[in-house]
């Protein structure tokens, strides 16, 4: 995989152009996800039929989408019973095939955007992807479609094109004095930069992002970007910068945020590396139960695995490994993370051969999707397996530290969101959708 390149300012006016589109063979692995080959099936109709109209002048379209066959007539019918969600968006799509009700690029994006939503929530990144690069060619000119573009590829496995995507959203944002696109950009290109070990540019690009969503007044977007100023603390082993960030992202986030159970991973994430395994449990036990997306619950049970061998607790280890086991079976955005963490805990127990297992597991995911950071620790862990090397002891916390301060201050916002809310918070699909900001060592990648 080729080294990602520096990003352009965001107002130069040459843009790199488009990636071109995703073949569907790779959809194999979401086909046993959905355990539907119906509804893959019309998934793929669908794409065929936005890369013809993409593709084709608006005086060809009609010469070359022609009235649908009954075959895909009931195929579509299948998807729309199956996901009622996204029943709308298919029907909009499939007028495509009439002449005479074609829909507007407007409706279209408005489809392909609530299915990407749609199959981003539900753990397919690779049916997400490709409806999130189809609103960006329908619209080649809006910064959010180009962003979301980005996002997707990102946790789809396609670093290079998220690359171009955030690139052109960045430039095309920087046009239109789109301050929002642009800190949503440069948020997604740090968290590309961190998963290459490119810390020093990563955080370049965040501190850049932190001047303009303050001098901007943008709360949620600043809360964002100290979060992922957190998270390369972490990497650099700056503890006491990591709990100012820490701290700065839990006064910026609105209390109801969804972004809150990633922020709490990533605090535990950060005990476990500091062996204070004990003190990571109660955060994790807490906040599992409020987690609405598949891939942050299937980490935070991964996390909470090693948490809970550390503290030599194997009741609750062996069910968090079983935990990750199933969520892992069904999505692929941070399975090496999670395995990695349940190999680890098995460390503590000496069980060396599941260890193994589960290690070569998050190993031959994190090649496939080439998450390097992710594939240096899994290493790490299997070089402590081959030399039968059981990992540090539970520790105390060092004095003059805010651990104990923070965690409690966790726990009672954690309690705190559990009471109704006046209105639904306005959240970032940037930051809503992605997983924890620290590092695919500490488990994930970002944004």
């Not at 408005?110 to 609103?135: K, M, N």
């Not at 303050?214 to 998270?231: G, V």
Request: aromatic share 6%; net charge neutral.
């Amino acid at each position: 995989m080729g080294q990602i390149r520096r990003l352009s300012k965001p107002t130069h006016r040459v843009l790199p152009p488009a990636p071109g589109a995703l073949a569907e063979h790779m959809l194999g692995p979401e086909i046993d996800v959905l355990g539907d080959d119906h509804l893959v099936f019309a998934l793929v109709l669908v794409l065929r039929d936005l890369h013809t109209w993409v593709e084709t002048t608006p005086v060809g379209r009609p010469l070359l989408i022609g009235p649908p066959k009954q075959a895909r007539v009931a195929a579509m019918a299948h998807a729309a019973q199956a996901v009622p969600e996204i029943a709308p968006a298919l029907e909009t799509i499939l007028h495509l095939r009439h002449p005479e009700t074609i829909p507007d690029p407007t409706s279209l994006v408005t489809a392909c955007r609530r299915i990407y939503h749609w199959a981003d929530g539900s753990g397919l990144p690779q049916i997400a992807v490709r409806f999130a690069e189809a609103c960006a060619r329908i619209d080649p000119d809006c910064p959010m479609c180009a962003n979301d573009a980005a996002r997707a590829a990102r946790y789809a496995g396609y670093p290079e094109r998220a690359d171009l995507w955030y690139e052109r959203g960045i430039g095309l944002a920087g046009r239109e004095k789109n301050r929002r696109e642009v800190v949503r950009g440069l948020l997604g290109s740090a968290g590309l930069f961190r998963e290459q070990r490119r810390y020093d540019e990563a955080r370049l690009l965040l501190d850049r992002a932190a001047r303009l969503a303050s001098s901007t007044r943008r709360h949620r977007l600043a809360a964002e970007t100290q979060h992922d100023l957190y998270a390369l603390a972490v990497m650099d082993g700056t503890f006491s910068e990591a709990e100012y960030h820490m701290l700065a992202a839990l006064d910026h986030y609105p209390i109801h945020h969804p972004a809150i159970t990633r922020l709490v991973h990533d605090w535990a994430f950060l005990l476990v590396q500091s062996a204070l395994y004990a003190h990571a449990i109660p955060l994790l036990q807490a906040s599992i139960p409020q987690i609405t997306r598949p891939e942050i619950e299937l980490l935070s049970w991964g996390t909470l695995a090693s948490a809970a061998a550390g503290a030599a607790r194997r009741e609750l280890y062996e069910e968090a490994v079983l935990h990750v086991v199933n969520l892992a079976s069904r999505s692929q955005e941070y399975a090496a993370a999670a395995l990695a963490h349940a190999a680890y805990g098995a460390l503590f127990f000496s069980s060396w051969e599941s260890g193994q297992v589960l290690a070569a597991r998050a190993l031959e995911i994190a090649l496939r999707k080439g998450e390097k950071e992710a594939e240096h620790w899994i290493r790490e862990i299997l070089t402590r397996i081959e030399a039968r090397s059981v990992p540090p002891p539970q520790a105390e916390p060092p004095e003059g530290n805010r651990i104990v301060k923070i965690s409690d201050r966790i726990l009672n916002l954690l309690e705190a969101r559990q009471r109704p809310t006046r209105r639904p918070v306005q959240v970032d699909p940037e930051k809503d959708a992605s997983g924890p900001s620290v590092p695919a060592r500490a488990v994930a990648t970002e944004i």
